[in-house]
């Protein structure tokens, strides 16, 4: 069996778009189709079903997807494993960060980079679901995700910092010289807030539910930076992370505030799959992270 041929059928359900998984491949789409139907002729079924373009997998293609990840995601961590010399490391690291850490990426980024400057770095944002997801189909190296909410299984992790909740408003009289605001006086406020589909929002909602309030936000959105244009543009108020805070703080227009309870940390880290062995720029990534872990 030819391992391109994998390759090709993995790039395809990832991508679902010919065109698309060839131009990842390095190869045309005649190419590309070619494989996936030398494939099909080998296994002796068939594996996508397309007319033209891309429907889906077949249920037979369902089925062997796992096994190919693992096969093309082997074969990539044994050439970086050949590639490595004791003094040097070249490759690109493919972290996948929830919203709530991209203001991490930073200080994460730097220092892998420094460490390993044959290393680059990608960076994607995802929800906690579509990481764990990404993670254990061989797409990305490491994921930046809460770890004990929802915590994922099969996981090595390491914790590097823990976060709490900050309101953002616009700047104004009520909240000049404001040092914190309690709960119930944010929930007041006409709210836009991450979707639930977002694990910082489920957990604000705990928080919420365990002061007998609730969330009922005009606006949603997957994404911080759009509730802070809202905020500064539509008059909104929101609830963000505390690393926003710092992040952008200096901002003439808006106002952070810590709540009055202060809620419990929840404590933020990089995550691998727990799976031997693990490949050089996995175990990179690791090294860096050990170097910036926040004491227990």
């Known amino acids: 069996m030819q391992f391109r041929y994998l390759r ?15 131009s990842a491949c390095g190869v045309s789409q005649p190419t590309l189709s070619a494989g996936l139907n030398a494939l099909e002729q080998e296994l002796g079924k068939r594996l996508v079903e397309r007319d033209r373009r891309f429907i889906g997998l077949t249920g037979h293609g369902e089925a062997i997807l796992p096994w190919a990840q693992q096969i093309v995601g082997a074969l990539a961590s044994m050439n970086q494993t050949i590639s490595v010399t004791s003094a040097h490391l070249e490759g690109e690291v493919t972290l996948a960060a929830i919203p709530a850490a ?53 996981m090595l992790s390491i914790p590097l910092y823990g976060e709490r909740f900050v309101f953002v408003a616009r700047r104004s009289e009520a909240l000049d010289g404001r040092n914190s605001i309690s709960w119930q006086e944010a929930a007041r406020y006409p709210l836009c807030l ?37 905020v500064k543009e539509a008059s909104f108020a929101t609830i963000v992370p505390d ?36 490949s050089p720029l996995v175990s990179a990534i690791l090294t860096v992270a050990k170097s910036l872990a926040a004491p227990e």
Do not use: C, K
Request: zero cysteines; charged letters at 20%.
């Open 102 to 154: 991209l203001p991490y990426v930073g200080i994460l980024g730097d220092a892998l980079l420094r460490r390993f400057p044959g290393v680059s770095l990608t960076v994607q944002s995802g929800t906690s679901r579509e990481i764990e997801r990404r993670l254990r189909a061989f797409e990305v190296d490491a994921g930046l995700t809460y770890l004990d909410h929802e915590p994922l299984t099969n």
């Open 194 to 230: 991450l979707h639930q589909g977002m694990q910082f929002r489920r957990i604000l909602d705990a928080r919420l539910s365990h002061l007998g309030l609730m969330a009922a936000p005009r606006a949603n959105a997957d994404s911080n930076v759009s509730l802070l244009a809202l």
């Open 243 to 278: 690393g926003y805070a710092n992040l952008l703080s200096g901002l003439d227009w808006a106002v952070f505030l810590p709540f009055e309870e202060p809620d419990d940390l929840q404590r933020v880290g990089v995550v691998v799959v727990d799976r031997e062995p693990l």
């Open 8 to 22: 090709y059928f993995v790039t395809l359900a990832q991508t679902r778009h010919f065109a698309r998984a060839a």
